[in-house]
């Protein structure tokens, strides 16, 4: 069927009502969470806080980020995904004002750790709405158009804090970026429904394409312990926790590393910073919209090669000479490589597991990843010699060979099985 004709009579509410909603929440979610990195050099001077102190700092939200991820995404399966997000984010601004009100580096620390905590369960709840909202067709698309936010946030958010905080302060900065979150977990309350079953403003049209498609795609239903059983999930775990660290270890720490090129105002740190998410935004789209085209390659691919070209960047970046300028070429390479496998990434990960099970088996494996985002930048700030961040970053690009080398292992074990069971009906993979 046309897809035009398609769109014309089934409708894009899925799209520019739900979709929107969740992406501009995780966008101002991982603002709120990353904006950090930007105020890091400012707020360690002001506090007199060492690298290794100052990853302390940055790396305390994940603490109580992976705690609820699994608690998150059991609620949201049963009471459905609108009231967890919605109140998650009313805590995650409020958390993100108090960042710059509190005076003391223990106070710092706990509000970081409890605005993890209400952020933890965002994601696993957005996994429900992504099984339920979205077609298998359709369905790598929907996550990446939500995971944009992360290399976004930083192109949008990081100039804005930037220069907030060379026009204000850095705990002013704090506070204007906190309440656009509240602000939409109102929106989320309001306009966002837990199934288009019960959704008062879909058409019939979607609302039977959607319901009738939806579970293409995804495992069979299964309980949460036939999960913990499977060694595949668990070597995703492994995947998510090597990748996810960098990801966060090079956005938290690389406006610290810019600064020591540019020592003079925060504006020029929050534009050199966009520029590598803006690379990994652009290449997102693509890698998202070739790993949703038929094809018998294994959407692992789609992941494990973007990493693998990340990684030598970041290698590439510290071990050959080239200048200011070659540091920033090497990490917009890296940025593309690290952000374009988000999308297609959860869509394989939902395809292996219990479709009824999407939202705890993503929240146990995105609290590996999460803890990644504690030990990345202690890792980086304790390797530091000298304070020197260039020192230690480089050590981020082997995390990503060896995440590529796991899903290798993974795509190796399926088409084992597919040629051993050649007469069952492949799934997305």
């Known amino acids: 069927m046309d897809t035009a004709y398609d769109t014309q009579r089934i409708g894009k509410s899925r799209w520019?009502?739900?979709?929107?909603?969740?992406?501009v929440s995780y966008l101002v979610a991982f603002a709120d969470r990353t904006n950090i990195g930007v105020a890091a050099p400012q707020m360690a001077h002001d506090l007199q806080l060492g690298t290794t102190i100052t990853g302390a700092l940055l790396g305390a939200f994940f603490w109580g980020y992976l705690v609820t991820q699994i608690p998150g995404?059991?609620?949201?399966?049963?009471?459905?995904?609108?009231?967890?997000?919605?109140?998650?984010?009313?805590?995650?601004?409020?958390m993100a004002c108090l960042t710059g009100m509190v005076h003391t580096l223990p106070a710092l620390i706990a509000v970081r750790v409890v605005m993890g905590l209400a952020e933890g369960v965002i994601w696993p709840s957005f996994s429900v709405i992504f099984v339920r909202w979205f077609p298998a067709r359709e369905r790598a698309r929907g996550i990446a158009f939500a995971q944009y936010a992360l290399p976004l946030s930083s192109?949008?958010?990081?100039?804005?804090?930037?220069?907030?905080?060379?026009?204000?302060?850095?705990?002013?900065?704090?506070?204007?970026?906190?309440?656009?979150?509240?602000?939409?977990?109102?929106?989320?309350?309001?306009?966002?429904?837990?199934?288009?079953?019960?959704?008062?403003?879909?058409?019939?049209?979607?609302?039977?394409?959607?319901?009738?498609?939806?579970?293409?795609?995804?495992?069979a239903d299964g309980s949460f312990g036939s999960v913990l059983k499977r060694s595949t999930v668990w070597l995703l775990a492994v995947v998510a926790l090597s990748w996810i660290m960098v990801i966060f270890s090079f956005g938290l720490w690389m406006p610290s590393l810019i600064k020591q090129y540019f020592p003079h105002g925060f504006a020029a740190v929050?534009?050199?910073?966009?520029?590598?998410?803006?690379?990994?935004?652009?290449?997102?789209?693509?890698?998202?919209w070739l790993s949703d085209k038929p094809s018998s390659i294994s959407r692992g691919w789609f992941v494990a090669v973007p990493l693998v070209v990340g990684g030598a960047a970041l290698l590439a970046q510290h071990y050959l000479e080239g200048?200011?300028?070659?540091?920033?070429?090497?990490?917009?390479?890296a940025g593309a490589g690290l952000f374009s496998p988000a999308g297609t990434w959860w869509a394989w990960v939902i395809s292996k597991v219990p479709r009824n099970q999407a939202a705890p088996s993503v929240a146990m494996i995105n609290m590996f990843a999460s803890f990644g985002g504690v030990v990345g930048p202690l890792i980086v700030g304790f390797y530091a010699r000298g304070g020197n961040l260039s020192n230690s970053f480089y050590i981020l690009g082997y995390f990503l060979f060896g995440a590529a080398a796991v899903i290798a292992l993974l795509i190796?074990?399926?088409?084992?099985?597919?040629?051993?069971?050649?007469?069952?009906?492949?799934a997305l993979h």
């Not at 995404?73 to 409020?94: E, K, N």
């Not at 200048?323 to 390479?333: A, E, L």
Request: glycine share 8%.
């Open 270 to 288: 929050g534009w050199l910073t966009a520029l590598p998410s803006l690379f990994g935004a652009l290449s997102m789209f693509v890698n998202s």
């Open 73 to 94: 995404g059991w609620i949201s399966t049963r009471i459905g995904p609108r009231r967890v997000i919605a109140v998650s984010m009313f805590i995650t601004g409020l």
């Open 155 to 219: 192109v949008l958010m990081a100039p804005l804090a930037g220069w907030m905080i060379d026009v204000f302060h850095w705990k002013t900065m704090f506070v204007l970026q906190g309440l656009p979150a509240i602000f939409m977990a109102v929106l989320v309350w309001m306009f966002v429904s837990d199934d288009p079953a019960t959704d008062r403003w879909l058409s019939s049209a979607e609302r039977d394409f959607i319901t009738q498609q939806r579970l293409a795609g995804t495992g």
């Open 16 to 23: 520019l009502r739900v979709g929107l909603i969740v992406f």
């Open 323 to 333: 200048g200011v300028v070659f540091t920033m070429v090497m990490f917009c390479i």
């Open 412 to 426: 190796h074990r399926t088409q084992q099985r597919d040629v051993e069971a050649p007469t069952v009906p492949l």
